[in-house]
T-cell receptor
Framework: EADIYQTPRYLVIGTGKKITLECSQTMGHDKMYWYQQDPGMELHLIHY???????EKGDLSSESTVSRIRTEHFPLTLESARPSHTSQYLC??????????????FGPGTRLTVL | SQQGEEDPQALSIQEGENATMNCSYK?????LQWYRQNSGRGLVHLIL?????REKHSGRLRVTLDTSKKSSSLLITASRAADTASYFC?????????????FGKGTKLSVKP
């Protein structure tokens, strides 16, 4: 079981609300990721970070933003949620000292529904 | 463009049978990884095979890699109902991905008791 946690696990909110999805890991990994996954579909990378104060946009354009103030914490924020943001959001981390090409450890995911 | 594509999209077998899933990719890679995802959960890493390896085993799992055909296969032997899950291959494009992985759409495996 990976030591990476996401809260909340499920979130149902109304359009226009601001939300923050939390992700924390206790493995001391430098690199962290956020993926978006629709049911039965592939994962799309939306944000990643090499370490503290580093944030990069992924392959899939997203209206969300991220921050990395502490190594273990990589929250994702949506300023104004819309129904098109309904999806599962997966957080992951990996050990950059392993060359950056090693396995990724995933959290359990947050299933977001925007009404 | 998508790096990894799994085949078949869905596979249904009886307990005790072997399950084979295939993955094709488009560009040169450093390594290829297989992950498993139970319904509604995060992914769990199964096995990593480097570009200079041809075959790797881990318990009931056997992975092969053919870089000339840009393809990989995952074999699960003596399947169990608990193997029911989606299986994804993931690749890192050599020289261009900043170490990020690109995931395929996955194969949904159903093992019937």
């Amino acid at each position: 079981e990976a030591d990476i946690y996401q809260t909340p696990r499920y979130l149902v909110i109304g359009t226009g609300k601001k939300i923050t999805l939390e992700c924390s890991q206790t493995m001391g990994h430098d690199k962290m990721y956020w993926y978006q996954q629709d049911p039965g579909m592939e994962l799309h990378l939306i944000h990643y970070s090499y370490g503290v104060n580093s944030t990069e946009k992924g392959d899939l354009s997203s209206e969300s933003t991220v921050s990395r103030i502490r190594t273990e914490h990589f929250p994702l924020t949506l300023e104004s949620a819309r129904p098109s943001h309904t999806s599962q959001y997966l957080c992951a981390s990996s050990d950059l000292s392993a060359g950056g090409f090693d396995e990724q450890f995933f959290g359990p995911g947050t299933r977001l529904t925007v009404l | 463009s998508q790096q990894g594509e799994e085949d078949p999209q869905a596979l249904s077998i009886q307990e005790g049978e072997n399950a084979t899933m295939n993955c094709s990719y488009k560009t040169s890679i450093n390594n290829l990884q297989w992950y498993r995802q139970n319904s509604g959960r995060g992914l769990v890493h199964l096995i990593l095979i480097r570009s200079n390896e041809r075959e790797k085993h881990s318990g009931r799992l056997r992975v092969t890699l053919d870089t000339s055909k840009k393809s990989s296969s995952l074999l699960i032997t003596a399947s169990r109902a608990a193997d029911t899950a989606s299986y994804f291959c993931a690749t890192d494009a050599r020289g261009g991905s900043q170490g990020n992985l690109i995931f395929g759409k996955g194969t949904k495996l159903s093992v019937k008791p």
